[in-house]
């Protein structure tokens, strides 16, 4: 296994990795830092995104920069504002101890005054969407005759966002000489003409099962009646309520519904596509990545440059056109060595895809139960215990209440006392559960294991606190669960 320093990087990177926290170098970094380091040639790499791309090619370039040359050295070409935004932080961080290495990010939807003064100020590396980096270099405002390195990243995705134009302009206006980096998540003929027309006998570099979903997701599928969709989404949502993830869908009105569906269920979910003004998307990202928002409803195109760590869960509402898009999807989640958990919601006339999926993936897709309502109720109830039990007590504050609340509470026991506590938040889903169909009971063949039962589950609320802590597992009837629930 080869180290960061084995690769050709020099200490002061070196050091700024190391307190970002990066250990090892990923496949494609091990792959792509010590050709960009070495060698003159172009290359085109077949990298996903979360495989550590960014930093494979920004690495050497930041290496390689004259910082005493106040002018444009590299562009990065981004197909959204957002991973433009992503991969110029990133650079500024590793560019940490090179004090002479500045980035600007420009695109679309920003004022362009405010980018224009930022390339007066000379950075050496500018990261920029295709229109406005061809807005300026018309402009004469971003000068690219000079410039060393070209990267396109996610040109797939720039050609699918329709900037075929403009990446033509743009790769005519610079210099034959500079170095072209092209990295995409698929091959198609349209990259490989960009390849022939603006590259010199470009390296292929592929990482080994690039083409694979990462080994750090677990792959699910659910059946559901077309009808029952939503609200098979909804008891996985309910059953992992720590979730944090996106939910795909294919349109942009799919993603409306099922936002609006969500958010009048009281869920915190949002919708993101591409109709939605850059502002409102830049601040419904912002919100997400704080956490702020636990489920983002988007479309894939939105979704492109949606850079968080650590999203438990991509729900896949509908399988996507193809398996690369499924490759995309799944990788939002699982990255930088985390472990999780990509759903796909089929109906029954869609589950032989799965089969095709897992061959095209080389991974398994454990099927899922819809979790029922009981068991739903039974995972929330103990949350909120484990909720209350969790819970600081501020004694000061709650000290001058006491006497109060205890005269308000002296004609109840204990029990009731809890029960009462508990059923506060818990009647919200007693409530919609109670008498809830078993989803997976209509879709599974006759005599195959179906629960025909109804749940009413009213009673068992009542029943006292007879009830213990069950763990559900996998296969079981709750569905998978999330490590802590
Ligand atoms: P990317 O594919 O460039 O979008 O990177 C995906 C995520 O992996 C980002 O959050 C990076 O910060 C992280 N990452 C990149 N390289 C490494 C590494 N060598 N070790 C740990 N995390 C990394």
Redesign the pocket.
Same mark, same amino acid.
């Given at each position: 296994m080869s180290t960061?320093k084995d690769l050709g990087l020099n200490p002061m990177i070196l050091q700024a990795?190391a307190e970002? *926290?990066?250990?090892?170098?990923?496949p494609?970094?091990s792959k792509v830092i010590p050709h960009l380091i070495n060698s003159d040639n172009d290359i085109v790499a077949l990298?996903?995104? *979360?495989? *550590?791309?960014?930093?494979?090619f920004a690495l050497p370039i930041i290496q390689q920069i004259d910082e005493n040359e106040k002018h444009v050295q590299a562009v990065i070409l981004s197909p959204t504002r957002e991973l433009a935004i992503?991969i110029a932080k990133?650079i500024s961080k590793y560019c940490k101890y090179l004090k002479g290495v500045s980035v600007t990010a420009v695109f679309g939807g920003e004022r362009i005054d405010i980018q224009l003064r930022a390339l007066k100020r000379g950075p050496q590396i500018v990261v920029g969407t295709p229109g406005r980096v061809n807005d300026l270099i018309r402009r004469k405002a971003l000068k690219v005759d000079n410039i060393k390195w070209l990267v396109l990243d996610e040109a797939d995705e720039m050609l699918n966002m329709g900037f075929k134009e403009e990446l033509d302009a743009i790769l005519v206006t610079m210099p034959p000489e500079k170095q072209v980096y092209l990295f995409s998540a698929t091959m198609n003929s349209q990259i490989r003409r960009i390849a022939s027309n603006y590259m010199t006998k470009p390296d292929d570099i592929k990482v080994e099962g690039a083409d694979k979903a990462t080994d750090n997701v677990q792959h699910f599928f659910y059946v559901v009646h077309e009808k029952d969709r939503y609200q098979a989404l909804r008891r996985i949502a309910d059953m992992n309520s720590d979730i944090h993830g996106i939910i795909f869908c294919r349109t942009r009105r799919e993603t409306e519904q099922v936002a609006a569906q969500l958010i009048s269920d009281k869920y915190s979910a949002e919708a993101l596509h591409g109709e939605i003004t850059q502002d409102k998307r830049t601040q419904a990202m912002n919100r997400f990545r704080q956490k702020k928002t636990q489920l983002l409803v988007a479309t894939d195109v939105a979704a492109r440059g949606i850079?968080v760590?650590k999203l438990s869960h991509v729900i896949n509402y509908n399988l996507p056109e193809s398996t690369e898009a499924y490759v995309h999807r799944s990788g939002r989640t699982g990255?930088?060595?985390n472990q999780g958990i990509s759903i796909v919601l089929v109906n029954m006339r869609e589950t032989y895809r799965i089969k095709h999926l897992e061959k095209k993936i080389g991974k398994t897709f454990e099927r899922g139960k819809i979790p029922r309502g009981e068991d739903i109720c039974e995972a929330q109830l103990f949350r909120l215990i484990d909720k209350i039990c969790g819970t600081q007590v501020n004694e000061e504050q709650i000290s001058k209440y006491t006497e109060l609340i205890e005269k308000k509470f002296e004609d109840m026991d204990r029990e009731q006392l809890i029960k009462k506590f508990v059923s506060v938040e818990f009647n919200r889903f007693l409530e919609h559960y109670q008498g809830a169909e078993d989803l997976n009971s209509n879709v599974n063949k006759p005599g195959g294991g179906g629960h025909q039962r109804r749940t009413n589950y009213r009673g068992r609320s009542s029943g006292g606190g007879g009830h213990h802590r069950r763990r559900h597992s996998g296969g079981g009837s709750g569905g998978h669960y999330r490590k802590r629930h």
């Open positions: 960061f990795l970002i *926290g990066f250990e090892q170098p990923t494609i970094q990298a996903q995104t *979360g495989t *550590g791309k960014t930093a494979a992503q990133d850079d760590d990255r930088a060595h």
